[in-house]
């Protein structure tokens, strides 16, 4: 049996979108230096004693800076200033004090969350959301841990275990009783059969005749050897025997019809002086009236009903 294991990974991406310099860092105006570069590239008003932040190698004061190219804040909707942390996620954008989970508001910054429909949530919230819940244990199946899947079910790998030694299964052969999991050593200690004709291990599926257990590609006819499971059969010493390999074994002959009577379903049959006839056979030989249950008189080989013996 194959099992599928699945880990649920958690992608975030966190960055400062701008670095913010103070113009007292700046060296004195040097010699031939562009008197812009000493002046905001969008007002043009003296960067001197002032902050002001870089953008493609041009100078902008942080009142234009912002208001050029500031993010908008996801969350409150308001610029995030250049002096401030812009955590960006898939093309959007909060303040460091926004960034929170969707339902219980606590902050996201430096921690691993998830996204499910467009919402930021934490490890926490997402899992009594959306995670699979373990079948043993009912508990959720954090973001992050390894999951087993088999039959539709999921598990935290360290619950799926043999019911029997407690070891864990992972990816190993199993073989379910009852709805619970087993590792193959302990079902063949504890519950398997062993074939009446091979002696061999049932795992699965089987038949029982005269109380012993037998693998279905066992269970034989005795004469021709085919496979008699979910056929009708008849026993003959105790070996089982197809319908044809019976009758042309076993089977007496109708006296009337000459085919084989089998009493296979419990059909009737009727036996007169080591001859044998089906019910629907045993008729007058002269009316042909049904003599089952009626008396009858013998001619010979033949049987006849009594008004038609005593006109003989």
């Not at 400062?16 to 969008?42: D, G």
Request: proline residues 3%.
């Amino acid at each position: 049996m194959l099992i599928s294991v699945k880990a649920n990974l958690i992608i975030f991406s966190l960055y400062f979108a701008t670095q913010v310099i103070r113009s007292s860092s700046l060296k004195p105006n040097l010699k031939n230096q562009n008197m812009t570069s000493n002046h905001c590239h969008y007002c043009m008003e003296s960067l001197l004693g002032r902050r002001y932040a870089f953008r493609e190698e041009n100078s902008y004061c942080v009142t234009c800076y912002d208001g050029l190219f500031a993010n908008s804040c996801e969350e409150c909707k308001k610029p995030i200033e250049c002096d401030a942390k812009d955590l960006a996620y898939k093309g959007h954008h909060w303040h460091e004090a926004c960034f929170k989970c969707a339902k219980c508001n606590h902050s996201l910054v430096e921690k691993p969350f998830a996204a499910k429909d467009e919402l930021l949530l934490c490890t926490q919230c997402y899992s009594n959301e959306y995670s699979s819940k373990c079948f043993h244990c009912q508990k959720a199946i954090m973001p992050g841990s390894r999951k087993m899947e088999f039959k539709g079910s999921c598990w935290h790998e360290t619950c799926f275990v043999c019911q029997y030694c407690r070891q864990p299964l992972g990816t190993n052969p199993l073989i379910t009783k009852d709805n619970e999991n087993y590792c193959v050593p302990c079902f063949e200690k504890q519950f398997a059969h062993h074939c009446y004709s091979c002696k061999k291990m049932i795992t699965t599926g089987g038949v029982t005749y005269h109380d012993q257990p037998w693998h279905k590609e066992c269970f034989l006819c005795a004469g021709c050897k085919k496979q008699l499971s979910g056929q009708k059969f008849i026993s003959k010493d105790d070996h089982p025997y197809c319908l044809d390999c019976f009758r042309k074994l076993y089977a007496k002959k109708c006296a009337a019809c000459n085919k084989p009577i089998t009493a296979l379903g419990g059909a009737k049959f009727i036996s007169f002086e080591e001859r044998q006839w089906h019910s629907d056979c045993f008729n007058c030989v002269k009316c042909s009236i049904s003599l089952v249950g009626q008396g009858f008189l013998t001619q010979q080989d033949d049987i006849l009903c009594r008004e038609c013996g005593s006109a003989a």
